[in-house]
Each structure stands twice: as structure tokens, then as C-alpha cells.
């Protein structure tokens, strides 16, 4: 139980694009995700939390207009990489949390590459 | 300011061996000390997780210890194997607070 998806698992895209990867809760409704970027050799940073339903929380550094969250339903969450830059490159991993049946435990998705070329 | 410290920053040990990672945090008060596996290019997976007031929780070869006086925590690997190369990373939850606040990680490479 409490699988998480991401897709692509990798992309490759032009600057000055836009991309957009999708984070699903297969066997759980997630009323919290959240999402991470993480580069080469270093710890996950969180970007943002989103509710189901409501507007995502980002934290502070992060351009809420360049990384646009959506969290429609209570399985499927996305982000979408705006107008895209060789910087973005990174990898970009989803966590879904159940609130109130699995409390705080976070589940992580495989994660998605992102080069920007 | 919250933060979480691992030590060392990579090891490299041959296969069969044990092995203790550290994990130095100033989260304070937390609820919960998570340990992590990232293999490469991958997520992270749970590997353990105890409350502030558990001094020890096993998986298999993979034992934590917390001691919450000194803020401090371990990650001992038994026998190690091949496919314990990988990334381990130490999470601490504030209390009150839905966040994780990552380690720097461990890089560890177990050789045949």
C-alpha cells in the first residue's frame, strides 16, 4: 500500500518551454503533497505543499509563477515548469500524505529528471 | 535554526561488512526521526521511524538508535550487501509541524 507515481520518469526539454510532471496516489487519497527538488550530491529541498482543493504554500526562494502547482483531486497533483531554463535541470520528486489515516508519514514518489537543454 | 547533519558525507566499505552513520540533529522539540534509503535516481524509501521517546527500532540488517539527550542518531547496517549502495538520508519532524527536515545524507558503497 500507500504507492505514489510520477510521471515521466525522465524529460528532456528546450529552454523557454514549459513542462509538466504529474504525481498520483495510486492506492490512497492524498489530501497533502508535497514537492521536492533535489540536486546532484544533495538533501531533497522542499518547493511547495499542496492541499486537495486549495492554492499551494511555497516556500520562501521558490517562484510560485515558474513552478505552477495544481492539486485538483485527491489523487493527482502537478507541476508544471514554466518557461523552462538550463537552472531547472534537477530532479523533482512528489511525497503524498494521507492525514487522517496515515497521520504525518509522508510516501515518495520515484522522482522525475528534468533537463533543460 | 532547525537542521540535521550527517556524518560521514560518503563511505565506501566492502561487502559483508558493518557499517554506523550518524546523524547529528538541533530539531528540537520533534516528534519523529525518519530514516531514509535513496538509491540513485530514485525516491527515497522509509527505513525506520521512532518517536522522540524510542531508543531503538530494527528492519532487518538495518538498525536506528536515537538518544534524544544529546540530539543524536544512528543507522547501523549489518552484513552489508551490494545493493546497500545507496544514499541514506535522516529526516526529523518538528513537532506541531506536517514538515521533514532532511540530513545532508550519506553516501555509502559497499564493494565486492
Known amino acids: 500500500g500507500a504507492v505514489v507515481s510520477q510521471h515521466p520518469s525522465w524529460v528532456i526539454c528546450k529552454s523557454g518551454t514549459s513542462v509538466k510532471i504529474e504525481c498520483r496516489s495510486l492506492d490512497f487519497q492524498a489530501t497533502t503533497m508535497f514537492w521536492y527538488r533535489q540536486f546532484p550530491k544533495q538533501s531533497l529541498m522542499l518547493m511547495a505543499t499542496s492541499n486537495e482543493g486549495s492554492k499551494a504554500t511555497y516556500e520562501q526562494g521558490v517562484e510560485k509563477d515558474k513552478f505552477l502547482i495544481n492539486h485538483a483531486s485527491l489523487t493527482l497533483s502537478t507541476l508544471t515548469v514554466t518557461s523552462a531554463h538550463p537552472e531547472d535541470s534537477s530532479f523533482y520528486i512528489c511525497?503524498?500524505?494521507?492525514?487522517?489515516?496515515?497521520?504525518?508519514?509522508?510516501?515518495f514518489g520515484p522522482g522525475t529528471r528534468l533537463t533543460v537543454t | 535554526k532547525n537542521q540535521v547533519e550527517q556524518s560521514p558525507q560518503s563511505l565506501i566499505i566492502l561487502e559483508g561488512k558493518n557499517c554506523t552513520l550518524q546523524?547529528?540533529?538541533?530539531?528540537?522539540?520533534?516528534?519523529?526521526l525518519r530514516w531514509y534509503k535513496q538509491d540513485t535516481g530514485r525516491g527515497p524509501v522509509s527505513l525506520t521511524i521512532m518517536t522522540f521517546s524510542e531508543n531503538t527500532k530494527s528492519n532487518g540488517r538495518y538498525t536506528a538508535t536515537l538518544d534524544a539527550d544529546t540530539k543524536q542518531s544512528s543507522l547501523h547496517i549489518t552484513a552489508s550487501q551490494l545493493s546497500d549502495s545507496a544514499s541514506y538520508i535522516c529526516?526529523?519532524?518538528?513537532?506541531?509541524?506536517?514538515?521533514?527536515?532532511f540530513g545532508t545524507g550519506t553516501r555509502l558503497k559497499v564493494l565486492a
Open positions: 529526516v526529523v519532524s518538528p513537532s506541531g509541524t506536517y514538515k521533514y527536515i
Open positions: 546523524c547529528n540533529y538541533t530539531v528540537s522539540p520533534f516528534s519523529n
Open positions: 511525497s503524498a500524505r494521507d492525514l487522517p489515516t496515515g497521520g504525518s508519514e509522508q510516501y
